[in-house]
């Protein structure tokens, strides 16, 4: 099995910064592309940030300039930098990752179960 686990989320006063992490864990031959999704409350999931195995990165662009996405690839972790945030933040924040278990296995998507993120002062 895989497992993704965020962790990082909570309360912040808005200009405050945040740093959220996704491990991942269990049987994985290699993971493609990570990417942060967020969900505020009566709106639909969007993707916030998106990382590849090489470390090419794009960004949603309301948070351009402010987040930064990055990855270590050794622990397979990828990292969410939130700077200057704002109200408009505030959501749970879920991990995505693209990964084959196997070599020459299928691409599968996995999901961490959420962090909040509170921007409140």
């Known amino acids: 099995q895989v497992q993704l686990v965020e962790s990082g989320g909570g309360l912040v006063q808005p200009g405050g910064s945040l740093r959220l992490s996704c491990a991942a864990s269990?049987?994985?031959?290699?993971?493609?592309?990570m990417n942060w999704y967020r969900q505020a409350p009566g709106k639909q999931r969007e993707l916030v940030a998106a990382i590849t195995s090489g470390g090419s990165t794009n960004y949603v662009d309301s948070v351009k300039g402010r987040f930064t996405i990055s990855r270590d690839n050794a622990k397979n972790t990828v990292y969410l930098q939130m700077n200057s945030l704002k109200p408009e933040d505030a959501a749970v924040y879920y991990c995505?990752?693209?990964?084959?278990?196997?070599?020459?296995?299928?691409?599968?998507?996995?999901w961490g179960q959420g962090t909040q993120v509170t921007v409140s002062s």
């Open positions: 995505k990752a693209q990964l084959m278990r196997v070599v020459a296995g299928a691409l599968y998507d996995y």
């Open positions: 269990g049987t994985i031959f290699r993971i493609n592309s």
